[in-house]
C-alpha cells in the first residue's frame, strides 16, 4: 500500500500534469506579443534575403506583430546562427536559414553551435536553383565548354557567399569530378558575387538564379547550366550540369529555425502560418516564380529530416572533394 509522502508526490505530479495542461493553451495564445525578429545570415540582396523579407511581410500580418528581419554576415553564417541559438527559446528569435547549415558540420573544424541540437526545426520554406554562370564574353556556352576551359587554363577564379556556401560546394564538387584547377573566392554575402563577375573580377560563379536572372536578360551574364537534378522552369532551355557529369546535383533550401528548447505550440503556430503563405497562389504567382523562388512547405519533423540527412550527404561530398575543413 503506498505510503503517504508516496501518495502526495504522486498527486503533485498529477496535478503539475493538469496545470501545464491548463496554461499551456493560454500561455501559447497570447504569442506573439511584441515583435519578432528573423535574423539572415547573409547580407541584403541575396535569395535567403529576399524570400525572408517576403516571408515577413506576410507573417506580421497573420500573426498581428512586427517581424523584423536583421541580417548578420559573416563566418559563413555562423555568426547569425550562433547568435540565434542563444537566444531565449520564447519564438522571438528566429534564424532564416539555408542548406549551408548541413555544409557546415563539413567546413569548419569546431562549430560554436550544435546544428542539430541548438535548434528547433519549424519549416522549409523555399528552394532556389544554382546556375553555372560566366560573363557574356568568355567563349564558353556549354558545361563542356567550361570543363575544357578551365582545364586549358588552370587556376579560373569562382565567387561565392563564403565558406560553406553552396556556390562553394557546388563548385569543388564540380572541381573533385573534373579535375579542373579553380581558385575560390569568398565574399561576405551573395550581394558581392554579381558586380565581380560583371567586372571580370572573377571567372565563373554559381549561383543563385534570382541575383542573376536580370543580367542573363540584359546579355551582360551567360547561364551555362543548372546545378540541381532537374531544369528550371525560367530557363528551360539551359540544360543540368550533370547532363554533361552524370550524377552532379547540388541541391538548396531555405528554411526556418528557433533555439532549442522552443514552446511545441510556436512552433505549430509558425509552421501553420508559415506554410499558409508558401500555399497563398498570389505569393507564389508574384513574388516567388518571377525571382526562380521554388515554394516547398513542410512539417517540423520533415525539416529535421532534411537536416540530418543532408549533414551526412555532404560530408560525403566534402571528403570526396578533399575540402579541408578550416
Known sequence: MPTRPTLLSGLAAVMAIVIAGIVTPAWSQSYPNRPI????????GGSN??????????LQVSMGQPVVVENKPGGGG??????????????????????????NPSFFVKLPYDPIKDFEPIVLVGAVPFVLTVNASAPITTAQEFIAHAKAKPGMTYGTAGIGAPHHLAA????????????????KGASGIVPALLSNEISFTIGAINSLLPHYKSGKLRAIAVAGSKRTALLPDVPTIGDTLPGYAVETWNGVLAPAGTARPIIERLNAEINRILADPVVVKEKLTPVGIEPLGSTPEKFAEVIRVDIGRYAKIAKNARIKPE
Open 78 to 103: 555562423n555568426i547569425a546562427t550562433e547568435f540565434v541559438a542563444r537566444q531565449p527559446a520564447d519564438g522571438y528569435s528566429l534564424l532564416f536559414t539555408s542548406s549551408a547549415h548541413s555544409v
Open 37 to 44: 525578429r528573423i535574423t539572415v545570415p547573409l547580407p541584403p
Open 49 to 58: 534575403d529576399l524570400l525572408a523579407r517576403i516571408i515577413a511581410e506576410r
Open 172 to 187: 569543388e564538387l564540380m572541381k573533385s569530378m573534373t579535375g579542373i584547377d579553380i581558385v575560390h573566392i569568398p565574399y
